[in-house]
């Protein structure tokens, strides 16, 4: 029918020039009916009917880009707490942070889950880590530079007591990435042996020292909010990861990788990038907007930022034994001092 009436609406050689191509789009090859073959077996094992998803297929919208990264979602996202503009920045940065963060965690559960690790697996998913870090690393300066002092400091005060302390996903990370016993804290550290059951070494992780009260020692609400929400999900993680964080991956690798130094490389870069520029990114900002001549100011979550943040106070080093005795002992003071005075000299 369809055919008839376009053969009234069209001069003939048209419609001739349109059928036969028709045609040949219609013509079953060789190869797709391999492809319709492999579907209706695959279709068939799971006891589903190849024509109703090819249905399916048939009626469905064609995806647009705004539609699958849900765009108009993401762009609603932004929830500013005052009217300040460079609030959105703020918001949109630590957005961005998180979105990271998802994607570095998705490479090390991915190699979790290889009980036969080999080298390229390893270097592959731990040098994607590597450049999520890297990425946010350098554009840092967005929170380092991108945003007037003054607002800051006024539409901060709306915040309280939230603080990017509470980033869940940056636990996880670090859970994903080594033994408990090197996320202790550096007092309590040596208290251990480091074959303790993670219930016995989680409540002195590090950061439980971090958003305490600077005069008392008290746990912030930013600490107990932190806790309520996500205690008993890091311990059973912290458990889940014993036999299969980064370390223990690495460990797995034959002993000929292990000492390749591509793959000793990657994971001292992955060492350096969450321990101490990362850190020290932060710190950069802190001194920043937070630093005065006579006095600190206190970040949004209480958290004693002066010693929480630099990595020479904590020295959290995920793989201590890539490292000499000489670079642990220094570990991250060099770098701290010389940005700091890179930092002062514009405060």
């Known amino acids: 029918m369809q055919r008839i009436f376009m053969a009234h609406l069209l001069p003939q050689n048209t419609f001739n020039y349109l059928s036969i191509n028709l ?94 690790p080999d080298q390229h697996s390893f270097l592959m998913r731990v040098n994607r880590v590597n450049r999520y870090f890297e990425a946010l690393i350098r554009s840092f300066s ?8 003054k607002e800051f400091l006024r539409f901060r005060m709306a915040l309280l ?16 990435s080594t033994d408990l016993i090197n996320l202790v804290t550096r007092d309590k550290r040596e208290s251990f042996s ?31 909010q932190f806790e309520d929400r996500y ?3 890091l311990l059973a993680l912290s458990e889940h990861c014993k036999s299969i964080n ?6 797995r690798l034959a002993p000929e990788e292990q000492k390749d130094i591509k793959v000793i490389d990657a994971l001292k870069t992955n060492d350096l990038n969450v321990n101490v520029y990362w850190p020290l990114a932060h710190y950069k900002s802190a001194v920043r907007y937070l630093s005065k001549s006579d006095e600190d100011i206190a970040a949004t979550g209480g958290t004693n930022w ?32 010389d940005q700091i005075r890179e930092i002062l000299k514009g405060v």
């Not at 967005?142 to 002092?149: C, F, L, T, W």
């Not at 000499?324 to 001092?337: D, H, M, N, Q, Y």
Request: hydrophobic fraction near 35%; proline fraction near 5%.
């Open 23 to 116: 045609q040949k789009k219609m013509e079953i090859t060789k190869e797709l009916e391999e492809r319709l073959s492999l579907l209706n077996a695959k279709y068939e094992a799971i006891g589903q009917d190849l024509i109703s998803y090819l249905d399916g297929l048939l009626y469905s919208e064609v995806t647009t880009y705004w539609d699958y990264i849900q765009l108009d979602t993401l762009l609603s996202l932004q929830k500013p707490k005052t009217s300040f503009p460079d609030e959105v920045v703020f918001i949109g940065y630590h957005q961005i942070t998180e979105l990271y963060f998802k994607l570095a965690i998705q490479e090390l559960v991915c190699l979790g889950q290889q009980k036969d």
């Open 142 to 149: 967005i929170m380092v530079e991108g945003m007037d002092q």
């Open 161 to 176: 007591p939230a603080s990017g302390f509470q980033s869940v996903q940056y636990r996880q990370i670090e859970l994903y």
């Open 194 to 224: 480091g074959t303790e059951p993670p219930s016995t070494l989680f409540p002195f992780i590090y950061w439980k020292y971090g958003a305490t009260e600077q005069q008392t020692g008290k746990k912030t609400l930013t600490l107990t």
């Open 231 to 233: 205690n008993e999900e």
């Open 246 to 251: 980064l370390w223990q991956i690495y460990k």
């Open 306 to 337: 002066q010693k929480y943040l630099p990595p020479k106070f904590q020295q959290r080093i995920f793989y201590p034994e890539l490292w000499t005795k000489e670079e642990k002992e220094s570990w991250g003071k060099g770098w701290v001092e």
